[in-house]
T-cell receptor, first 115, second 111 residues
């Protein structure tokens, strides 16, 4: 059974650009959540999508957005990139939503470097 | 606001030693607690999930306990091996559904 797949694995952007990251959850999983990991702040919750609807959102500016498609694949977008957006972006999928007691399974992450 | 703390931040032990990693949280109203392992530059691997109604979970050489009333969880690793070297993270799922992570404990097991 394939795990959570994130693409691209590595990317470099410059300030002011935008970026789109993709996440394909484990087959059958309907919940996808996104996290930002930095050395200083650790892992921080961005948002969760369940059945194409955003159900939870962390404390990030509106430049961070996401969506989920009918096949449960999810994308997150960061517009007007800042140096501080450099981070490892992790996606996790769960059979049921975060509001329930589902176990989370993480992808390998997308490492974004903003120059 | 839920806060999760992991102590120590780093730990170095000789191979074969039994060890305990600690995780504490400030709000006892949690749905579950999950322990993860992260290798450098990689994603997170789920180790153990403890539901709020459970006291402990075991998988192989790993045993995790949960004491909601005191806001604490421990991860016990028996007979440590160099391959156990990684960062161990605990995360609690709170009332809003999102996971709150600790900063992790970086474990180094020396051969």
């Amino acid at each position: 059974k394939a795990g959570v797949t994130q693409t691209p694995r590595y990317l470099i952007k410059t300030r002011g650009q935008q970026v789109t990251l993709s996440c394909s959850p484990i087959s059958g999983h309907r919940s996808v959540s996104w996290y930002q990991q930095t050395p200083g702040q650790g892992l921080q919750f961005l948002f969760e999508y369940f059945s194409e609807t955003q159900r939870n959102k962390g404390n990030f500016p509106g430049r961070f957005s996401g969506r989920q498609f009918s096949n449960s694949r999810s994308e997150m977008n960061v517009s007007t990139l800042e140096l501080g957006d450099s981070a490892l972006y992790l996606c996790a999928s769960s059979l049921i939503g975060l509001a329930n007691t589902g176990e989370l399974f993480f992808g390998e992450g997308s490492r974004l470097t903003v120059l | 606001k839920q806060e999760v703390t992991q102590i120590p931040a780093a730990l170095s032990v000789p191979e074969g030693e039994n060890l305990v990693l600690n995780c504490s949280f400030t709000d006892s109203a949690i749905y579950n607690l999950q322990w993860f392992r992260q290798d450098p530059g990689k994603g997170l691997t789920s180790l153990l999930l403890i539901q709020s109604s459970q006291r402990e979970q075991t998988s192989g050489r790993l045993n995790a306990s949960l004491d909601k009333s005191s806001g604490r969880s421990t991860l016990y690793i028996a007979a440590s091996q160099p391959g156990d070297s990684a960062t161990y993270l605990c995360a609690v799922k709170g009332s809003q559904g999102n996971l709150i992570f600790g900063k992790g404990t970086k474990l180094s097991v020396k051969p």
